[in-house]
């Protein structure tokens, strides 16, 4: 379980954001004949961007006492829902069009409302049947693989699981990438996805396990795991510090690619590669504090709300 939450969120933040800037950077040469060097954020986005520090801090707390309770569920569960209500409160600025979907979103979209809700139902469920039939048998095909290459079960389960399960949302992130204006949009696809995981999926986790075990109870990490969480939660720190000041520099992605790189490559070397992330938050705060004395995310944040109250408050009077 460790090992494939940790491995997932890494992939998103290591892998995921860079590969939507590098293909919204070739997207963007072959088409102007110039060099990206920075994806700018919407206002509306600093939604995401705010709401990703919340878990992120919150799992500082789970680090510390190293276990995942009922109650910790509760509260990362509270999290997301507080973050729903607030994408209800703000709505991207952005719409999409009917015209701009892959292939099978747009043709259910041109179905009548009936036929949507029906199709959106059956593709649901059955995505969850295949996901009970497949659950166990991938797990421990992928067990006998890594005993078979001789490699640990652990860091097996934590890179090659999430990169299968995770393909299908890196794909469609890249789909939107790869075309002009869209380049923030696929970012925040994976932001939110980070989202997700640092909320919902890790509160299904004690849920889940409660229920198999037959009465409440609660997760315990060892000293190992609490290394890879916390390597976990340094980098999707830094991430969020770097979004939040509105915009993913060429440079930025860069930097978090060779560190993801360097810890996939060295997995002895977490350590080390948990004191450079921090160090790199610690270089963020500063500059956000003391030079810039400002926070852009949280700057948009009150533009667009204020603006958005504005106009609710605007439409019954007209």
Request: glycine fraction near 6%.
């Amino acid at each position: 379980m460790t090992a494939n939450f940790t491995g997932s969120l890494r992939l998103l933040v290591g892998l995921g954001w860079p590969l939507i800037f590098g293909v919204a950077a070739f997207g963007n040469w072959r088409r102007e004949h110039r060099l990206l060097r920075r994806i700018h954020l919407d206002e509306e986005h600093s939604v995401e961007v705010l709401a990703l520090g919340f878990p992120i801090l919150y799992f500082l707390v789970i680090y510390l006492k190293g276990t995942l309770t009922l109650l910790d569920a509760a509260v990362l569960m509270v999290i997301y829902v507080l973050y729903l209500w607030v994408l209800k409160k703000v709505p991207p600025r952005e719409v999409e069009e009917i015209a701009d979907l892959e292939a099978v979103p747009r043709r259910i979209m041109s179905l009548p409302r009936r036929g949507q809700i029906a199709a959106i139902v059956v593709l649901f469920a059955g995505g969850g049947l295949l996901l009970y039939i497949a659950a166990a048998p991938f797990l421990h095909s992928m067990l006998r693989f890594a005993v078979r290459l001789g490699v640990s079960e652990y860091l097996f389960i934590q890179w090659v699981a999430p990169f299968l399960s995770e393909f299908p949302e890196k794909l469609s992130a890249m789909y939107w990438a790869r075309r002009p204006g869209k380049s923030s949009m696929a970012l925040m696809n994976m932001v939110s996805a980070n989202i997700n995981q640092w909320t919902m999926l890790a509160a299904m986790i004690p849920i889940v396990y409660s229920f198999s075990v037959g009465s409440p109870t609660h997760i315990p990490f060892d000293e190992f795991q609490r290394a890879e969480i916390l390597l976990t939660v340094a980098q999707s720190m830094l991430g969020m510090l770097l979004l939040s000041n509105m915009s993913f520099h060429i440079v930025e992605a860069g930097g978090i690619f060779v560190l993801w790189g360097a810890q996939f490559a060295q997995p002895h070397l977490h350590k080390e590669i948990t004191i450079v992330y921090f160090a790199w938050v610690a270089y963020e705060l500063f500059m956000t504090i003391v030079v810039r004395r400002r926070l852009a995310a949280l700057d948009a944040f009150g533009r667009v709300w204020r603006a958005h109250a504005a106009r609710s408050r605007s439409v019954p009077a007209a």
